[in-house]
């Protein structure tokens, strides 16, 4: 990673400006970067608050409609597009929490080539070290691990609520 970072042509030597300009654009650089991080975890909040807001309203009203006795009878042909569509819903989650997983994974690495000519390396290496770099769920649980499963417990909530109206 570090290769595709740093541009081979220009260096603190021959910058046109002086050397602390150069590490104070290489700074910028990577505060940018920190920031851009930080907002495509904001988005990511953002989008699983709206699938799981979506989600919920509709369990609230087909377990509202279902409840009507009239309801509980309709045929199978409307039952399966509509599991369908729920559970291409709940791929659709599933695939975009792990674009932005990929995403940050992507943008961390950056961050981490960035550390390694700055004077300290706190945000991916001493804080992931912090961290147990996630291997110890007790010290740290990584949300993409928990965010992952949310997805498929709503799809095994339609598959079951289906085949429980099935029966």
């Not at 042509?9 to 991080?37: G, S, W």
């Not at 979506?54 to 009878?73: C, D, G, I, K, P």
């Amino acid at each position: 990673m570090s290769d595709a970072l740093w541009n081979e042509d220009i260096d603190a030597e021959n910058f046109r400006e002086p050397a602390a300009t150069y590490h104070a654009a290489v700074f910028e650089q990577y505060k940018l970067c920190v920031e851009m991080a930080d907002r495509v975890s904001a988005r990511r909040n953002l989008a699983n608050t709206f699938f799981l807001t979506l989600h919920s309203a509709l369990l609230v009203f087909l377990s509202t409609w279902l409840s009507q006795e009239h309801h509980r009878r309709a045929p199978v042909a409307l039952a399966l597009p509509a599991l369908l569509v729920l559970l291409g819903m709940c791929a659709t989650w599933w695939i975009t929490v792990r674009s932005y997983q990929q995403l940050n994974r992507g943008k961390f690495e950056v961050i981490g080539s960035f550390e390694e000519r700055l004077p300290a390396r706190a945000f991916v290496a001493a804080e992931w070290r912090a961290l147990g770099e996630g291997r110890d769920w007790r010290v740290y649980l990584p949300l993409g691990r928990v965010e992952r499963w949310i997805p498929l417990l709503f799809a095994v909530a339609y598959l079951l609520g289906f085949a429980a109206l099935a029966l």
